[in-house]
Nanobody, 124 residues
Framework: QVQLAESGGGLVQAGASLRLSCVVP????????MCWFRQAPGKEREFVAA????????YYRGYVKGRVTISSDTAKNTWYLQMSGLKTDETAVYYC?????????????????WGQGTQLTVDS
């Protein structure tokens, strides 16, 4: 099982900006669907943003639209999640995941490879 590696989390103030990174080893980087999820304490893991190679499209959760951008650096096998205007209820562990095919529903169980997550705490 390929292990992805997230980084970039930490403690920030509400309204701050932050960029998370996800290193995806080898050929796994070129899998069809890449997704950022997050899981807050006591809540289910939820989709935040995704990129699908098959259609070259990005997808964003409604709550984060306009504040979040997903991007990649092919030379570094790295995906990024740039976030701004962070809110306290966005405190969560953030995960990246990839799937071999486009996952239209963006549900966690559909993704095959995961990282261990990076903690982001947004303080008021």
């Amino acid at each position: 099982q390929v292990q992805l590696a997230e980084s970039g989390g930490g403690l920030v103030q509400a309204g701050a900006s932050l960029r998370l990174s996800c290193v995806v080893p080898g050929r796994t980087f070129h899998l069809s669907d890449m997704c950022w999820f997050r899981q807050a304490p006591g809540k289910e893991r939820e989709f935040v943003a995704a990129f699908s190679r098959s259609g070259g499209r990005t997808y964003y959760r409604g709550y984060v639209k306009g504040r979040v951008t997903i991007s990649s650096d092919t030379a570094k096998n790295t995906w990024y999640l740039q976030m701004s205007g962070l809110k306290t209820d966005e405190t969560a562990v953030y995960y990246c995941a990839v799937a071999s095919e486009e996952r239209r529903r963006k549900l966690p169980y559909e993704y095959e490879c995961w990282g261990q997550g990076t903690q982001l705490t947004v303080d008021s």
